[in-house]
């Protein structure tokens, strides 16, 4: 079998923006196009535009109608402009664009080779140090999203299964949604380390028990087809063989980064052995506290 590479390296764009903001959207016009304009106005210079089902990168803006948002051309040219905020629909947040105002909590790591490994908890934001990870909580106390940073930007390449960017939604009380991220935004979803971009997780009424773990890929054929020179025999084997794996979590994947977890809450799977996690330091102590 060939040595799959990781993902592109992705594009330099995104070293030059402040990523503590950074959210993916679509837009939500009823024209089916949305126009980027140069600046904060609808009287300045239209630039580029966004049609339906187009991802993007957005800043929102607590203090401004119009939120900046940077559409990607080809793998090496970007356009930045700005959109007004009620055209712009996150994809993760059931709950509109409520991620103004939310909490955030900033977390430092130690990138080791196979781990991101807490070291020090709410660090605070005045000198920040070359690894860190933010926490966003929402209104009811559970985390929402996951960045691990490496010098103020989302990291561009990650671990086996580490993702660098996680986002969780909570349809109901019952069920626990989370995507993995690469840094632009797009889907994390890789045949290496068998790394899928999207798990389910249900979990019982009293929220401390998994009960069933689904999984989600996204592998872009095409790219490994065109790009790197597999084969559809070498291929479709092995993408059937992902999807008919089974997973049964031992726990919901970033929750030991989390402080908030499920309002405090951390539901576990019947795998779950507490002397696995014993590598992990400052994580480890808190899980015990947990468990015990």
């Known amino acids: 079998m060939k040595i799959f590479f990781q993902s592109l390296i992705l594009g330099c764009f995104l070293l ?14 009823p024209d089916g196009y949305t126009n980027i304009r ?22 929102p803006a607590a203090n401004s109608s119009w939120w900046k948002v940077v559409k990607k051309i080809s793998r090496n040219k970007t356009v930045e402009g700005y959109v007004h905020k009620s055209r712009i629909q996150p994809i993760y947040h059931s709950d509109g664009n409520s991620n103004i105002g939310l909490k955030r909590i900033y977390h430092e790591f130690d990138r080791t ?15 920040l140090p070359q690894y860190y990870f933010i926490e966003t909580i929402d209104e009811q106390g559970r985390v929402i999203d996951l960045k691990f940073m490496e010098n103020g930007r989302i990291i561009n390449n990650h671990l086996c299964y580490l993702s660098p960017w996680m986002k969780f939604e909570y349809p109901n009380q019952t069920t626990i949604i989370q995507y993995n991220l690469n840094a632009d935004g797009s889907k994390l979803s890789e045949i290496e380390c068998e790394m899928w971009y999207k798990t389910t997780y249900t979990i019982n009424e009293e929220q401390n028990k998994i009960l069933n773990t689904e999984i989600e890929f996204s592998i872009d054929s095409t790219s490994l087809l065109n790009d790197y020179g597999w084969t559809k025999d070498e ?10 794996k089974n997973y049964n979590a031992r726990t919901i994947t970033g929750y030991l980064k989390s402080t908030a977890k499920l309002d405090g809450k951390f539901p576990i799977g019947e795998e779950c052995i507490l002397k ?17």
């Open 16 to 29: 030059c923006l402040p990523a503590t903001a950074q959210e993916v959207g679509y837009i939500n016009d």
């Open 38 to 59: 140069e600046g904060q106005s609808s009287d300045t210079e239209i630039i580029a535009r966004f049609v339906t089902g187009e991802r993007f990168l957005y800043y």
């Open 113 to 127: 080779a196979s781990s991101f490994r807490t070291s020090k908890r709410d660090i605070g934001t005045s000198n």
């Open 235 to 244: 291929l479709y084997p092995i993408l059937e063989n992902l999807e008919d």
């Open 276 to 292: 696995h996690y014993d590598y992990l330091g400052l994580e480890y102590e808190e899980l015990k506290q947990l468990m015990e």
